[in-house]
């Protein structure tokens, strides 16, 4: 009984003085907001070492990312993203006070391909970008990725931008 006032009291409190909310805002479209969406199903024809630039190219389409230094290319997109909005609405002596907002999650989506120096296809990856970085930072960076320690980046488990697990991420 103790405890269970111990959790009542203050809960009844904060439902007395004020109230806050969150919910789910489902995205307002299915298709893509931009770009053209890439499936893994359409890029099982590509395999390392054989397929080449134009055969990507041909079977893909032509709306990509060239990377003006290096051999790779990214298609990339926006899925319409599911938004949260919050709400606060504090009620007391003094008057009552509220404030609310709005925010959407990141849907932006790429497929890097990698190309060796004959022209076939060298590695290939499905991603979700960053908003903090630029598409181009992004694909340069998968291609040639940089050296850090265990330290700066907890031996791949986090991604150093935002702290997130990469499994999360991916």
């Known amino acids: 009984m103790k405890n269970a006032l111990a959790i009542i009291l203050p809960l009844l ?4 003085t004020g109230c806050v909310g969150v919910m789910p805002v489902p995205p307002s479209r299915n298709q893509p907001a931009c770009g053209k969406v890439i499936t893994p199903e ?13 055969e990507v190219m041909a079977r893909l389409g032509d709306h990509f990312r060239d990377s003006p230094r290096l051999p790779v ?4 997109w926006e899925k319409p993203a599911i938004g949260w909005t919050w709400w ?23 497929f890097f391909v990698k190309f ?3 022209g076939r296809v060298a590695a290939t990856r499905f991603v979700s970008l960053y908003n903090r970085k630029s598409l ?24 150093p931008d ?9």
């Open 13 to 16: 409190a904060v439902l007395l």
């Open 42 to 54: 359409q890029a099982k024809f590509i395999v390392p070492g054989q397929t080449t630039r134009t």
């Open 116 to 118: 060796d120096a004959s």
């Open 88 to 110: 606060i609405l504090l009620a007391g002596p003094g008057g009552a006070a509220a404030g609310g907002g709005h925010t959407e999650g990141n849907h932006w989506r790429a």
């Open 162 to 170: 935002n702290g997130v697990p990469w499994f999360i991420e991916d």
């Open 136 to 159: 181009d930072e992004q694909l340069e960076n998968w291609a040639v990725p940089k050296k850090f320690s265990f330290a700066k980046i907890g031996a791949h488990i986090f991604n």
């Open 73 to 76: 290319l990214a298609y990339s």
